[in-house]
């Protein structure tokens, strides 16, 4: 992290945010254009429709191929998902060549497990790690061995559902818990004198995770920039770790059929 305490540094020498506030987002290529022929085309689609000659930061959104099409999430006639067979270690040599071609500063995935990050890494002529590996993490999931693994090799997890996600009725179950409402947190949050949402996102922070506090209120984007204005204690650091449940409110179990499917690994 820089002498400002916002920004880190990626294994390329790019930076990114620390925290990731108000509608910052990496771009992301879509499970449908995973075949390697289609990469470089969904992202110049991208760029025409941004207005941009190249993005900072592209990122593989899941490691389970889908069929291809215009149609994101695809389904047969009984409404299971249509998957693809594509390896996305072919999707990740059509990142690299999308980066030498100036498209894109940085590339990284989204939601892998560390198995399946051991494959990008271990492939044969491998040209660039992935710089992240952007995963739900939270109080209730704090992804301790994936944290672990990702800083052995130098890829930063960036977390979203930092504060618990924004709940949308079609992702997430309505009756789960909401981490902004824990007694532990609230407790924590009135001992530091700060906001519960303050003190989750200093928690991940802490602990060398860029939350993404997406954010569209220009009241909570200032509060959350606050974030770099404290720092939790060590007693208050171990009270948060004890939170953790391994709690998932986005798991994605329409994937669960599928070989590739991310969770069903401890990490």
Not at 132 to 159: G, M, P, R, T
């Amino acid at each position: 992290m820089s002498s400002k305490q916002q920004f880190v540094k990626l294994n390329d020498g790019h930076f990114i945010p620390a925290l990731g506030f108000g509608t910052y987002k990496p771009q992301e290529l879509w499970c449908t254009f995973f075949r390697p022929e289609l990469v470089q085309p969904a992202l110049e689609k991208s760029l025409k429709k941004l207005q941009l000659d190249y993005v900072d930061l592209y990122i593989m959104h899941y490691p389970v191929p889908m069929k291809p099409g215009d149609i994101d999430y695809p389904v047969d006639e009984k409404g299971k998902l249509l998957l693809d067979t594509v390896d996305f270690c072919a999707t990740w040599e059509a990142l690299e060549k999308c980066k030498d071609a100036g498209l894109v500063k940085s590339i990284g995935v989204s939601n892998f497990n560390h198995k399946q990050l051991e494959r990008i890494l271990n492939k044969p002529g491998l040209k660039y790690k992935p710089v992240c590996n952007q995963v739900e993490c939270h109080l209730y999931l704090n992804q301790s061995k994936l944290l672990d693994y990702c800083k052995s090799k130098d890829i930063v997890l960036v977390a979203y559902g930092a504060l618990g996600t924004q709940r949308y009725k079609e992702w997430v179950d309505q009756n789960s818990p909401v981490l902004l409402h824990d007694p532990v947190l609230c407790d924590v949050a009135k001992k530091n004198n700060r906001s519960p949402a303050l003190i989750a996102l200093r928690y991940l922070l802490q602990r060398g995770v860029v939350p993404l506090a997406q954010s569209f209120k220009e009241n909570e984007m200032k509060e959350n920039l606050q974030v770099f204005e404290f720092q939790l204690s060590s007693e208050d650091m171990k009270t948060l770790d004890g939170l953790n449940k391994n709690f998932r409110y986005l798991a994605a179990e329409f994937f669960i059929d599928h070989p590739e499917y991310p969770y069903s690994e401890e990490y």
